[in-house]
């Protein structure tokens, strides 16, 4: 296994060649300055997880049979517009949510109530079949999470969607307006003004990509392109407002106060080629006063764009320079910064470098001093700019002082403490900033800890999502799969546990207490509108050539034994399932319609479709639900 690298307060003799790299020579090299580091190329480099953490405890990871999981871990699902539920330490995934993308078992895209929820076009096909799951984030109260609701995000189609944890399913998609490459999110942790308002309301969304604004017009001038950050409200998930900006948003966070919200950027110039992208000296870390804002739009200071009615602060370096009325701030940091993190001690803030193998620590309450006008220079809120290694993107943290960050290029996870980060930056030659580095598998992207941006952060285990796997499972053909490696932190030294080889291409993910959500394990049928509440009410109900098929399932059968229809008849099914067993689901195919999904105890779904095939068709269940399952089925016969 290769030599660990290091850091000025490792050892001082080696700092040259771990000093700031040109960022122009590094466009498109990636892989020269890799070759740089004292990795050695190829498998010979990947060490076993015994080896790599120095022994092979499991830690508890593999449970027994029946053993529960002690967190839940909310991932992306990435391209398969989802997000993913797992148990940790296990890493065993328990669930997919469907949120932006049909998805076959569930129904979802096929279901008239998922249908609502996704977006429709005039015809009523969906609007999008496509999206991009990045982020995903849960609501807070009293600065942990409260099993209320989770968001996350689709950057293809600038879409955000709000799962409730109660019964673990999407219940809200809103699309922004007026931007495009929607990448960070992050929920306020307190209202900024009323303290007793101590859980979240709102949700914090960046954009990534400038765009002409309106955006009604081919225009290739790209120095008439903007970008937005946008606040859309946590219950109603409508917008409330946004900021006009300087640059781009990357991703967010806000701070346990509610005072603040932040986006790093890394592209302040807003170049549309990518050498135009990094002609600046340094990017800059963006601070909004949310209290200020709302004020703002309160009294009426915004604009509208094109047809959205969405009010449009002005949050530019030129409508902001006096700090005691300035919206936002930008903070200097070195170039190409990628991820913002707030420390579990609410006290900063931590961009990492990209490009620069260096952490940027930046204390909150300098910032709102800034705008008290207590701070004579902006960039005097920055309390440590220090090395910790190559390729720098998220860092997590344990609640002991310690961050943890990904170095892309090095492959390796480095576990710094903070205050000593910050004696050293303060002249301290002697802090000992960097406490330990991990090899993992290879070039890590997100990483998080349980209960990490939480004031209940545990420091018990870490989770990096690694973005090329190479040698580390059995190969498939070209298509490998991501690799997602468990790593245990509860000592001084980082254990690397597991690997799990996941789908391409999840990204952010969040890992908390079980106890922290109370799942509901039957529904209500009061909580739907169209519940066939009694199987003596099933039939079918005609009106003209609009006909309502009211059916229920109770193992092992359906109410009605067949139903007719005549072709051209446009038909609502409205399915209840009636048992009332926890795990008794039911699923209900139609051959020859695309027809599938499913209900769960006490849930009703309902589908509408056009009977433009004359015959007889077997409607079976599709989710295994009794020893006659097989024989559970009722015939739809549409006549010619």
């Not at 008290?372 to 993107?393: M, N, Q, R, W």
Request: net charge neutral; hydrophobic share 40%.
């Amino acid at each position: 296994m290769r030599q660990k690298t290091d850091t000025p307060s490792e050892q001082l003799s080696v700092i040259g060649r771990r000093k700031f790299i040109n960022t122009a020579a590094l466009a498109g090299l990636t892989v020269g300055v890799a070759a740089c580091t004292d990795k050695p190329a190829g498998p010979a480099a990947a060490a076993s997880p015994a080896s790599a953490a120095g022994h092979g405890s499991s830690n508890g990871v593999h449970l027994k049979p029946g053993e529960l999981d002690t967190y839940y871990g909310l991932w992306s699902g990435g391209h398969t517009g989802d997000m993913r539920v797992l148990g940790m330490p296990s890493g065993r995934e328990i669930h997919r949510i469907p949120c932006f993308v049909p998805d076959a078992l569930v129904g979802w895209g096929v279901t008239n109530e998922s249908k609502a929820v996704m977006g429709t076009k005039a015809d009523g096909s969906l609007r999008y079949t496509v999206a991009d799951t990045h982020h995903t984030h849960a609501s807070y109260k009293d600065g942990n999470y409260d099993g209320r609701y989770a968001w996350i995000n689709d950057k293809i189609n600038s879409r955000l969607a709000r799962i409730r944890l109660d019964y673990f399913v999407c219940d809200k998609i809103t699309q922004l307006p007026n931007v495009q490459g929607f990448h960070g999110i992050f929920p306020d942790k307190r209202d900024p003004v009323d303290p007793a308002i101590n859980y979240t309301t709102r949700v914090f969304c960046g954009a990534e990509f400038a765009v002409p604004l309106p955006n009604n017009a081919g225009i290739e001038d790209g120095s008439k392109y903007r970008s937005l950050f946008t606040c859309v409200d946590a219950e109603t998930m409508e917008v409330r407002w946004q900021v006009l900006i300087d640059g781009n948003c990357d991703l967010t966070a806000t701070s346990f106060d509610g005072k603040l919200a932040a986006t790093n950027q890394y592209n302040v110039e807003m170049g549309v080629k990518y050498e135009d992208m990094m002609s600046a000296e340094r990017d800059a870390c963006l601070f909004f006063n949310i209290a200020r804002i709302e004020e703002a739009v309160k009294a009426g200071k915004f604009k509208t764009i094109g047809s959205s009615k969405v009010p449009v602060v002005d949050g530019t370096h030129e409508g902001n320079k006096d700090p005691k009325t300035a919206l936002t701030a930008y903070v200097s940091v070195p170039k190409n910064p990628h991820g913002v993190n707030a420390s579990p001690d609410q006290k900063y803030f931590i961009c990492a470098g990209k490009l620069s193998p260096t952490a940027t620590v930046i204390e909150l309450a300098k910032m709102l001093n800034w705008f008290d006008g207590k701070l004579e220079k902006l960039d005097d809120a920055i309390v440590a700019e220090v090395e910790i290694g190559l390729g720098p993107l998220h860092t997590a943290f344990d609640g002991r002082g310690n961050a943890y960050t990904t170095l892309f290029l090095d492959s390796q996870v480095v576990k710094w403490n903070v205050e000593a980060a910050i004696k050293f930056h303060a002249g301290d030659k002697s802090a000992k900033y960097v406490v330990d580095r991990l090899d993992v598998h290879y070039q890590p992207g997100h990483i998080n800890a349980s209960q990490s941006e939480t004031i209940a952060a545990d420091g018990k285990y870490l989770a990096v999502g690694c973005k090329f796997s190479k040698d580390r499972f059995l190969p498939v053909g070209p298509l490998h799969p991501e690799n997602e490696q468990l790593i245990d932190i509860s000592g001084d030294k980082m254990v690397l546990l597991a690997d799990h080889p996941v789908r391409g291409e999840p990204h952010d993910f969040i890992i908390f207490k079980r106890d922290l959500v109370k799942p509901k394990q039957v529904y209500s049928l009061d909580d739907f509108p169209l519940a066939v509440k009694d199987a003596k009410d099933s039939g079918v109900f005609r009106n003209g050539k609009k006909v309502t098929v009211k059916i229920t399932s109770q193992a092992p059968a359906f109410s009605l034994r067949e139903f007719k229809l005549r072709k051209g008849d446009e038909v609502t099914l409205i399915l209840t399932n009636l048992d009332k067993i926890e795990d008794l689901t039911h699923g209900f195919a139609i051959p020859n319609y695309n027809v599938n999904f499913i209900v769960n105890p006490l849930e009703t779904k309902s589908v509408t479709f056009i009977a433009d095939q004359p015959g007889v068709f077997w409607c079976y269940c599709t989710h295994f639900c009794h020893a006659l399952h097989l024989e559970m089925r009722t015939r739809m016969i549409v006549e010619a």
